[in-house]
């Protein structure tokens, strides 16, 4: 493979959010500052008699009216609808022409690529339970296949099919952008989206794309994904009081609120960036990415994986732990999570552990599950640009075995220009980004 | 900054042709078909009753000692996954935790991987039992689902079909600690993981990368999808192995099946480091989208196929004279082959009438994200024996085909050889392999 003869800068150009605080990012911000949750009752599905009936839901979302050419859209699941609204954001800002044939932005199409986390569409889960019911023998306790295939046929539809596989968020922002250049999406759980940002900024570094669309979607909000969660004993169970059931770090923590949307990224290499005379939002500093090897179910309980994950990041970028001014942490509200990222950040950061504000969003947002890190990593660019952090919000009741400082239920404003974000996911992946304050000339 | 090279010191294939990379590529060489009735479920009412079907196996008898328990919890694509890739490891001459826990000869923290996933149909048998006592007058009832199913639903369920958990599997039985990223762009998957696996490699975050896919396509729903999406043979008529005609005039479809690859890639330094018998180096990689606005096909002459397969070739520093081997996706859908033929034959130009092409599905069956990985198996295995077994079911080519599809078996060197592929949704990948000159390879 050719060798770059210098390594690309790679720099942040826009940003993209449609998630359940908002669907625009000053709003998103804004609401985040405010403190504000975007939790409440489950409206997608009758999901009364689950075990958790609440969540964060995209409300209100309107992608037709964001777009020229809606019908190229239509019948794309939820997340791949969110993707698109948070590419259209993010195109704008980065001067990045949308939905025509002729760019007139001076970008190459085919030096222009996607990368997203990006999860399945829901199924079609009228369907899928009536096939069932009609194949299974409850004597036999067998499924006649034969008896299925007729009904599954007559009632199944070719394009939503199609619009459950994971690859069709990016097909949408493809379509939308026309991007030509690399292309990929990828799955790690709830890491997924921040390993399409590092892996997106790789491509750009070895020089095979100028631009990279980066970011995730994703929407696990419906009856088999709740399922699967409350099986796994993931999920909150505070159904009395939704708001203040997402509360990571805090004593009584008893699970992760399930929330939807997406976010995108416009990574650029910085000589693009220049050449355009576009605004640079902040700079990808370094990426790094590990596994824990260690149980599908667990986490390795020294944090041996997001420890190797965040010290690659930081030799990436050439930094070390006394650069970092604040963890975006993963902080999904479980007790598993919450303990083991504290550990990982003390062993990582050393005397200076307690000293890193280290909040987690996901307080108000609840978990995107793919798009988490993508929503995440705008909020870090927010957060250099003005010098604000987030906070945690519902850490009333400290967990006395936690004790880092998490930015307890208020923003704080102090300096913000070297941000370590971090997201792992369920079976072990871990991917951590570091982003920067822009030095030097735009 | 010098990027590393990457080479390719170990195969795994589990394929209708066989359980092995040695009995699939024997399998190819005989030009065998691997396509049957369908046995995995009663596939009657289907247009086509045909699958590829890897060979009955035990995954208790493929997983170490230790490992045995955790089979429960590995859908098929997991087991076909698990299989390929113990293979080879084994077969590069590394030893892994997983292969000897006594003489470990690989840093784990240095060993990446890298899997493509197709999206994963659960068994609608597991959910029968819940589904059949939640139902009011016959009729499934969400209500009741929430209230009584869903406790009958197996608790680590939903961790039996995160397509992550392909590599998670690989990676705990193997204790690989370095990067891990599961790619879900469909049937491109593969040569996206294992061309992203290789940069990795080439960037300096591991030694060794562990890259491929699986997917088990041989599924009620996922069969389904394909026919409705008009994919799939819709015909009764005709011997099984003989249906499937990728770029012949009397293509009618493909056929659907199942399977794993799984290549080892190593930085050549430390294959050599090791004396590692070396089978191929990774050249050169192109990536790029299609533009379809129905999503399900290939764009009307092929374009994004060019663009990834010159990207790859330029990489690779090659001119496309010097290639000695295509194998193309060539699924036998005709208006896909159609466009992919125009797609390599704008890419190779005046060479295209020349270079032997040689499509793999007549006899292996489309399987899914797997399929770009046993091509590349097959590539390499090209490339090790000096042999181009002969296209099976070519008899006629297509309208405006004029790609040098192999109908004889030929021997002789293949220094350079192109493996493509796309998928449904437009993600697009090229990889271009060689041969080690006998001096490098020491």
């Not at chain 2, 493996?419 to 392999?433: E, H, I, W």
């Amino acid at each position: 493979m050719r060798t770059p003869r210098t390594r690309e800068r790679v720099v942040i150009t826009g940003l993209g959010i449609v998630c359940p605080l908002d669907h625009d990012v000053e709003a998103f911000w804004r609401s985040l500052l405010s403190g504000r949750s975007g939790i409440n009752r489950t409206t997608i599905f009758d999901s009364s008699t689950f075990p958790t009936t609440f969540d964060a839901e995209v409300k209100d979302y309107n992608l037709r009216a964001r777009l020229r050419r809606p019908e190229l859209h239509e019948g794309s699941s939820r997340g791949s609808g969110f993707a698109v609204g948070a590419a259209v954001q993010a195109c704008r800002q980065a001067g990045i022409d949308v939905e025509t044939e002729e760019p007139a932005d001076g970008i190459d199409r085919t030096r222009m690529g996607i990368y997203l986390g990006a999860g399945e569409g829901a199924l079609d889960h009228d369907t899928f339970f009536a096939c069932i019911l009609a194949g299974w023998d409850p004597q036999q306790q067998t499924m006649a296949w034969a008896k299925s295939t007729p009904l599954a046929f007559a009632r199944m539809k070719a394009s939503y099919e199609l619009e459950q596989e994971p690859n069709m968020a990016a097909a949408h922002v493809a379509m939308l952008t026309g991007a030509r250049g690399p292309s990929r999406s990828c799955l790690t759980a709830c890491a997924a989206s921040t390993q399409a940002v590092g892996e997106a900024m790789m491509l750009i570094r070895r020089g095979e794309a100028d631009v990279m669309i980066a970011g995730g979607a994703h929407s696990m909000i419906h009856p088999l994904g709740v399922t699967g969660f409350s099986r796994l004993t993931a999920l909150s169970r505070r159904n009395d009081s939704p708001t203040t059931a997402s509360r990571p770090f805090c004593a009584s923590r008893d699970g992760f609120v399930l929330g939807e949307g997406a976010a995108t990224l416009i990574l650029e290499s910085l000589t693009s960036a220049r050449k355009r005379g576009v605004p640079i939002l902040a700079e990808v500093a370094g990426y790094g990415s590990s596994s824990d090897a260690f149980r599908v179910t667990d986490m390795h309980d020294e944090g041996r994986g997001p420890v190797q994950a965040m010290r690659a990041a930081l030799a990436d970028a050439g930094l070390t732990y006394r650069d970092i001014d604040y963890i975006n942490t993963h902080g999904t509200s479980t007790q598993e999570n919450d303990s083991i990222e504290t550990l990982a950040i003390k062993t990582v950061f050393q005397e200076r552990a307690r000293q890193v504000p280290a909040s987690s969003i996901k307080s108000m947002l609840g978990h995107l599950i793919g798009a988490a890190g993508a929503a995440e990593l705008v909020t870090c660019v927010l957060a250099i640009r003005d010098n604000t952090v987030p906070a945690t919000i519902n850490l009333h009741d400290p967990d006395p075995k936690l004790d880092l400082d998490y930015v307890p239920n208020t923003p704080r404003r102090m300096p913000v220009n070297i941000v370590m974000k971090e997201s792992f996911g369920f079976g072990g992946q871990n991917n951590v980004v570091i982003v920067k304050r822009y030095e030097g000339t735009p | 900054m010098s990027a590393a090279r990457v080479v390719v010191t170990g195969l795994g294939a589990v394929s209708p042709l066989g359980l092995s990379a040695e009995e699939t590529w024997a399998g190819l060489c005989a030009g065998r078909c691997g396509i049957r009735r369908i046995t995995a479920f009663d596939p009657t009412g289907f247009p086509c009753e045909l699958g590829g079907e890897v060979p009955a196996y035990r995954i208790q008898d493929r997983v170490p000692r230790t490992f045995r328990k955790a089979v429960k919890l590995m859908c098929r694509d997991i087991e076909l996954a698990v299989m390929a890739a113990g293979e080879a490891l084994a077969a590069s001459g590394l030893i892994t935790k997983g292969i000897d826990p006594e003489k470990v000869n690989v840093d784990p923290t240095r060993m990446a991987i890298n899997v493509g996933a197709g999206i994963i149909c659960c068994e609608l048998s597991e959910l029968a039992p819940a589904t059949a006592i939640s139902t009011t007058d016959g009729q499934f009832d969400l209500r009741k689902w929430g209230k009584d199913g869903l406790d009958l639903v197996t608790p680590l369920w939903l961790l039996k079909y995160l397509p992550n958990m392909l590599a998670c599997h690989i990676g705990i039985i193997h204790d690989i600690q370095g990067p891990s990223n599961t790619i879900t762009c469909g049937e491109a998957s593969a040569q996206l993981a294992i061309g992203e696996a290789a940069q990795v490699i080439a960037r300096g975050d591991a030694d060794v990368a562990v890259a491929g896919a699986a997917e088990a396509k041989v599924n009620q729903l996922v069969m389904m999808r394909q026919h409705l999406l008009r994919r799939a043979v819709s015909t009764r008529d005709g011997a099984p192995e003989t249906l499937c005609r990728p770029f012949d005039a009397d293509a009618c479809g493909s056929i659907f099946g199942e399977g794993a690859g799984m290549v080892v890639l190593e930085s050549l330094d430390h294959a050599r480091a090791r004396n590692a018998r070396i089978l191929a180096e990774v050249a050169g990689v192109g990536y790029s989208h299609s533009m379809c606005p129905g999503y399900e096909r290939l764009e009307p002459g092929g374009r994004s196929i060019q663009i990834a397969v010159q990207k790859a070739i330029d990489d690779a520093e090659i001119k496309a004279a010097d290639l000695d081997l295509v194998i193309p996706h060539g699924t036998a859908v005709p208006e896909d082959d159609r466009a992919e033929a125009q797609g390599l034959e704008a890419a190779l130009g005046p060479a295209a009438g020349q270079v032997p092409v040689w499509p793999t599905k007549s006899m292996l069956s489309t399987t899914g994200a797997a399929s770009g990985a046993l091509d590349v198996v097959a590539a390499v295995r090209a490339m090790v024996d000096g042999v181009i077994p002969a296209a099976r079911n070519f008899d006629k080519p297509a309208e405006g085909c004029r790609l040098n599809v192999v109908t004889e078996r030929r021997e002789g060197p293949v220094r350079h050889a192109l493996c493509c592929s796309y998928t449904f949704g437009g993600q697009t990948a090229a990889l271009v392999l060689k041969a080690l000159e006998e001096d490098e390879a020491k």
